[in-house]
């Protein structure tokens, strides 16, 4: 990873920028869910521990670019980031009066795409965001895919900038998982449609020992094995490219597993009756929402010889109990797997703590499209232009 870090920069008495993620859900003020909060505070903690001076960023929502908007303000993060560093953490509403606090202090910029040219990287932007700091952290891996001024224009004109540990963390998991496996790796790749994880599907088979496919994505694979699939969400027009992907995994010597069993359903409401059949007797009239004790008892015992195990999406219904058991099966082999296991995606995270599994992966990524983007082996614009800087300025390394 060639990227200066923030643990390899003095930061006494100098202004530290941190772009972190705060894009969190909130309602009425309130913060639902603080993960991303708290994911941030050993970093802030870190940087206000080694005399720094330290102001914060984050996007939240999606507002009109240049607008105000009170219901997507950073107030209640601010607030809450108050309470936990048990200071105060002013939120800062105009860009242009803010500047940064004494060194051990702490304080927030409003809302980063309030201001007009964020998402198109404005380079004007980018360097007023760079004026307010001596060193810039990008430390937000979620946002790291997006080329926008406080993610990538920033780190061009801060006069230092380095990754954060959340980002170096990211980064490390990923390389261990992608570039330096412990074999065999296998990836388990769930979700609604091939179309919206082709080129992740294309890419992993390339590099994989094997590859698990589940959920709706497995229905159009089950099509074009030939299979009938009744009403399932399947998409027709990708038949032909499952079936070029299953020709090429053969053609490799390590032939995609398909589900063998299923669990159909008229629809997907509770009251309706829930039944598991073999894969060639799901009727014309039924929805593949599961797959079945077969076939995940065998994906079980695949994923437990892994060395490394990539997980992204859930292989059925898992929000509704009476279809939620493959995923399950799959999630706890993983879980206790002494493989390697990096799990990531946002319906992947919602299913490790619905079943309980939390902390029992090797490592979560809440990155989303960064995460699926990394995957496909797609350059990150923020790690590229980190990795840029570090090259161009390496006598900024104590």
């Excluded at 929805?287 to 076939?295: A, E, F, R, V």
């Excluded at 015992?301 to 493959?326: K, Y």
Aim: charged fraction near 20%.
């Amino acid at each position: 990873m060639n990227v200066l870090r923030m643990s390899e920069v003095p930061l006494a008495g100098r202004r530290v920028l941190i772009r972190e993620d705060f894009n969190v859900p909130i309602e009425d003020g309130r913060i639902r869910s603080a993960e991303r909060l708290r994911a941030a505070l050993p970093t802030i903690e870190q940087a206000l521990a080694a005399g720094a001076s330290v102001l914060l960023m984050s996007h939240l929502g999606r507002p009109e670019e240049g607008r105000f908007d009170p219901g997507l303000s950073l107030a209640p993060v601010a607030a809450w980031l108050a309470e936990a560093l048990a200071r105060p953490v002013p939120l800062l509403p105009d860009l242009e009066q803010a500047k940064a606090p004494a060194p051990g202090g702490v304080a927030l910029l409003e809302n980063v795409r309030f201001n007009r040219g964020e998402k198109k990287d404005d380079p004007a932007l980018a360097r007023r965001y760079a004026a307010l700091c001596d060193v810039f952290v990008m430390d937000a891996f979620a946002t790291a895919h997006r080329a926008e001024a406080s993610t990538h224009g920033v780190i061009r004109f801060a006069p230092i900038a380095c990754a954060g540990p959340l980002l170096v963390a990211e980064l490390q998991a990923l390389e261990r998982a992608l570039t330096h496996p412990a074999r065999p790796l296998i990836a388990v790749v769930g979700g609604a449609k091939v179309s919206t994880k082709l080129a992740l599907l294309e890419h992993l088979l390339e590099r994989v020992d094997r590859l698990i496919v589940g959920g709706g994505i497995a229905n159009t694979f089950l099509a074009a094995a030939g299979a009938p699939v009744g009403r399932s969400l399947c998409e027709a027009a990708l038949i032909p490219t499952a079936a070029r992907i299953l020709e090429r995994a053969r053609a490799l010597g390590r032939p995609m597993p398909l589900p063998v069993d299923v669990v159909v359903a008229r629809d997907a409401s509770p009251q309706a009756e829930v039944k598991t059949v073999p894969v060639k007797d799901v009727g014309a009239d039924e929805m593949i929402l599961d797959i079945g004790p077969q076939t995940a008892a065998h994906y079980a015992e695949t994923v437990r010889s892994a060395g490394t195990v990539v997980w992204n999406g859930p292989l059925g219904l898992f929000e509704h109990p009476a279809f939620a058991a493959g995923t399950r099966r799959v999630a706890e082999a993983i879980a206790t797997s002494p493989a390697f296991s990096l799990a990531g995606g946002g319906d992947t995270v919602a299913a490790i703590e619905a079943f309980g599994l939390d902390g029992r992966f090797g490592y979560v990524s809440t990155g989303g499209g960064a995460f699926l983007e990394y995957l496909e082996g797609k350059t990150l614009p923020a790690v590229a232009a980190l990795a840029e800087r570090a090259r161009e300025h390496p006598s900024v390394r104590p």
